[in-house]
């Protein structure tokens, strides 16, 4: 069966750097464009940024262009997520995320990493 397991979210004071990492299995990683969603506190699930099958295209929300950048290993099914330059806003627990098509499109989520950016 398909699973995602983020890793990698803490605590850390504003302006500092975390890097997040999501390990798959059960599906043909490098196939499919892979995800990265936050969810804040009261707020709806965001996407933050996608990262296309080859590992070339990218795309990031405006929010944070320019200080988090999407990467993927292909050798090792795995997808990560640098976030540089954090700011209090950028809290949320990070979710990897993947549609997978088999008999059809289906959407699979990771349990998500806890990031909170905080003095």
């Known amino acids: 069966q398909v699973q995602l397991v983020e890793s990698g979210g803490g605590l850390v004071q504003p302006g500092g750097s975390l890097r997040l990492s999501c390990a798959t299995s059960?599906?043909?990683?490098?196939?499919?464009?892979m995800n990265w969603y936050r969810q804040a506190p009261g707020k709806e699930r965001e996407l933050v940024a996608t990262i296309a099958a080859d590992g070339v295209g990218v795309n990031y929300a405006d929010s944070v262009t320019g200080r988090f950048t999407i990467s993927r290993d292909n050798t090792k099914q795995s997808v990560h997520l640098q976030m540089n330059s954090l700011k209090p806003e950028d809290t949320g627990v990070y979710h990897c995320n993947v549609a997978v098509y088999r008999t059809g499109w289906r959407e699979y989520w990771g349990q998500g990493t806890q990031v909170t950016v905080s003095t």
């Open positions: 059960g599906f043909a990683f490098g196939t499919y464009p």
